[in-house]
């Protein structure tokens, strides 16, 4: 059973810093993409960022390149999203997401963590 679990999020005000984590279990990695997702009231859900979790190769939204980091810890079998210089834009529920290299659909998605920007 695929579980991957999100924690980090909370209420910041505008210019800090959060890091999200997104723990991974059930299965090997090693040949999946992981990526964040957000959602923010009355929105549709948009991409954030990506990983490739061998070989670390990461993608942006234009909108966070710059502020936001991707990594993945091998050991821990966690993806963190290291969230810098946020704006009240950036207010959004966020998800982790799987999907297998070369898959377009994300296939294993986690219940999502709040992050909330006050100006």
């Known amino acids: 059973q695929v579980q991957l679990v999100e924690s980090g999020g909370g209420l910041v005000q505008a210019g800090g810093s959060l890091r999200l984590s997104c723990a991974a279990s059930g299965r090997t990695f090693s040949s999946y993409t992981m990526g964040w997702f957000r959602q923010a009231p009355g929105k549709e859900r948009e991409f954030v960022a990506r990983?490739?979790?061998?070989?670390?190769?990461?993608y942006y939204a234009d909108s966070v390149k710059g502020r936001f980091t991707i990594s993945r810890d091998n050991v821990k079998n966690t993806v963190y999203l290291q969230m810098n210089s946020l704006k009240p834009e950036d207010t959004a529920v966020y998800y982790c997401?799987?999907?297998?290299?070369?898959?377009?659909?994300?296939?294993?998605w986690g219940q999502g963590t709040q992050v909330t920007v006050s100006s």
């Open positions: 997401a799987s999907r297998r290299v070369g898959a377009i659909e994300y296939d294993y």
């Open positions: 990983i490739i979790w061998s070989g670390g190769t990461t």
